[in-house]
Structure formats: structure tokens, C-alpha cells
């Protein structure tokens, strides 16, 4: 009678969920359905892959190559290691509207951000604002935690202290007169970054957060003087510093510089004609082979131009047709005598 007592009450309830008996279906898959399920989805993919494609390619990009490693190059004097302060021009002519909206990119290559060490190596602590650890960095920006002189280094690490430091101006010159294109620094960086991850300290004025504190070794102003037009735009908020630390993912990449202000003469974008860009030549490449570009680009409905994309919709939606075709002749040849 226990025993019975027992079963009875570990018996799950008698419901259609708890003893399986809920309405299910199930599809028979026949010829007839997957054969013309894989054309739709071969042709669905092909529309995809051609639009994207199209759109790609009408996307406008312009790279000009500044490292400096040919002798005709006109940065060929500055990327010598023993120079400093270097300056050097790069000049180059649009025959046609570069249509906006225009982002200004710098690009560099065999550049290995995802190298794991490379990383790890910051103090998000100390990032987000947290004084304590001003004095006292994390062992995990080592050895970029304290100079030789064993004062923390504020912002530690590597990913830091090896921010691009490039400058560069944009010049227009039309009819004999050069003008200078406006560049927009705001906005560049993710909203995240700015706004959740990175903070300043709440010490006013924000030069006084980092007393007793030393700059990373290869910057040459402080956190507190960053943009020295913008006081908003220092510390752990300054948008190029931000635009850095998002590392990349592959050894070859761009991350934006500028937009070009879509005021003036630019409300359409680079008009045509001669341009020159004056470079602060200051970040070395070639110590690890690597090289150094300028790219100008718009973009589209599908963001900047991603060839690939494209090209693997038409891959896959040709696989689709091909493979329907071939389950079609397969069954022509070999179908079940109770399917005819």
C-alpha cells in the first residue's frame, strides 16, 4: 500500500504537455517540396548578393600610402627612426564629386592589436576613473605601470602607450586660393565607450586627478591636454584615445580620424580639384615592417564597402540552384516507383 502511495504521487500529472501527447507536425520532405524550396532560396540569395554587390562597388574610396619606404615617397625622409617632429605632404586631385557624407580614416598594417598580452594590458579600474588606482595601476599593464623613476603611469599599459599620434590638415585649392576642410572629431568614437566604459575622474580641474601621476612614455602631452581647443574632449573621454583602445581584430585595419564637415562648400562632400594633406609625421612603422595610409571614404544603405558580403550571397545562392538541379536529375533518374 506504501509502495503504491509512493509511485502515486512521483507520477507526473496527466496533462498533454507532461505525458507527450501534444499535436505536433512533422514535414515529409518530398522532391517536390525541396527542390523548388532550394531554387527560392538560390534566387533569393542571388537578388541579395547583386544588390549588395552593386552597392559595394558604387561605394567611393580613395587610400594614399604614407610610410615613406620608397625614396620617391614624400614621407620617405621623416620614416627614418632617428628623425623626430618630421613633417611631410601628400598631394592628390579628384576629377569628380567624392560624394558625402566623407570619413577620413588612418590605416595601418601588420599592426597585431589582437595579440592577447597586447590586450590585457590596461587597467579598466583605473579607466573608468577610479583614483585608487592612479597610485597603485594594475600589475596587468606591466611593464607600462610605473617609469624608471617608479611613478605610476596614467593611463597604463601597451594599448595605451602605443596610441597613434598622427596629425594631419586637409587643404583645398581652387582657382589659386587654398582653403582649409573642416574636420569633425566628435561623434567618432562608440557611444558605449564614451558614455559606459570610459570616465574621468571627478576632480576639477581634471589636471588635478593626475598629481603625482606621469604620462604614458611615448605620449607627448598628458591625458589632461589632449585636445587643447576642447577641454571636454581630455582624459579617458578623448575621442581619438577612445576610437584606439577599440582594438581590431586583424593585423591590417583603419579606424576613423575625421569626418569631413558637411558645411559650405562640402555639403555634398570633396568637391573636385587639388588637395593636400600637411601629416605630423610622429608614429613609427616600419621597427615591425608595417605601413601607414590615409583612406577617404562615403558610405551606403550597407555601411562602407564590403565586397564579400556580396560575393558570399551569390556563392551560396549558386550553390542552391546548382544543387537543385542536381537533386532534380537525380530524382528524374532514380525516383521510387510509388512516387510516380
Given at each position: ?215 604614458p612614455i611615448n605620449w607627448a602631452k598628458p591625458a589632461y591636454e ?55 609625421y610622429n608614429y613609427p612603422v616600419r621597427a615591425f615592417n608595417g ?17 564579400f558580403l556580396g560575393i558570399a550571397y551569390l556563392v551560396i545562392g ?23
Amino acid at each position: 500500500m506504501v509502495k503504491q502511495e509512493s509511485e502515486s504521487a512521483n507520477r507526473p500529472d496527466n496533462t498533454a504537455f507532461t505525458q507527450q501527447r501534444l499535436p505536433a507536425w512533422q514535414p515529409i520532405l518530398s522532391a517536390g517540396i525541396v527542390i523548388p524550396g532550394f531554387v527560392l532560396i538560390g534566387l533569393a540569395f542571388i537578388g541579395i548578393g547583386v544588390a549588395l554587390f552593386v552597392t559595394s562597388r558604387s561605394i567611393q574610396v580613395l587610400e594614399l600610402d604614407y610610410t615613406g619606404d620608397s625614396n620617391g615617397s614624400p614621407c620617405s625622409s621623416c620614416s627614418q627612426s632617428v628623425v623626430t617632429n618630421c613633417k611631410c605632404s601628400l598631394n592628390f586631385t579628384l576629377t569628380t564629386l567624392f560624394q558625402g557624407p566623407v570619413f577620413f580614416y588612418y590605416g595601418l598594417s601588420n599592426y597585431f592589436q589582437n595579440y592577447r598580452r597586447y590586450g590585457a594590458s590596461k587597467d579598466d579600474n583605473q579607466l573608468y576613473g577610479d583614483l585608487s588606482y592612479f597610485t597603485s595601476p594594475s600589475s596587468s599593464c606591466s611593464p607600462y605601470d610605473y617609469d624608471s623613476s617608479k611613478k605610476p603611469i596614467v593611463p597604463c599599459g601597451s594599448i595605451a602607450n602605443s596610441m597613434f599620434n598622427d596629425t594631419f590638415t586637409l587643404t583645398w585649392t581652387v582657382n589659386g586660393t587654398t582653403n582649409n576642410v573642416p574636420l569633425d572629431g566628435k561623434g567618432i568614437a562608440w557611444w558605449t565607450d564614451y558614455n559606459i566604459k570610459y570616465r574621468n575622474p571627478s576632480v576639477t580641474p581634471l589636471k588635478n586627478a593626475f598629481n603625482g601621476t606621469v604620462k604614458p612614455i611615448n605620449w607627448a602631452k598628458p591625458a589632461y591636454e589632449l585636445d587643447a581647443s576642447d577641454p571636454s574632449n581630455n582624459g579617458f573621454v578623448n575621442q581619438d584615445f577612445l576610437v584606439w583602445m577599440r582594438r581590431a581584430a586583424l593585423p591590417n585595419f583603419r579606424k576613423l580620424y575625421r569626418r569631413i564637415d558637411a558645411s559650405g562648400d562640402y555639403q555634398k562632400g570633396l568637391p573636385a580639384g587639388n588637395y593636400t594633406i600637411d601629416i605630423a609625421y610622429n608614429y613609427p612603422v616600419r621597427a615591425f615592417n608595417g605601413a601607414k595610409k590615409i583612406v577617404f571614404s562615403n558610405v551606403s544603405w550597407m555601411g562602407g564597402r564590403n565586397e564579400f558580403l556580396g560575393i558570399a550571397y551569390l556563392v551560396i545562392g549558386s550553390l542552391c540552384v546548382v544543387m537543385s538541379i542536381v537533386m532534380l536529375i537525380v530524382y528524374a533518374k532514380f525516383k521510387f516507383p510509388d512516387e510516380e
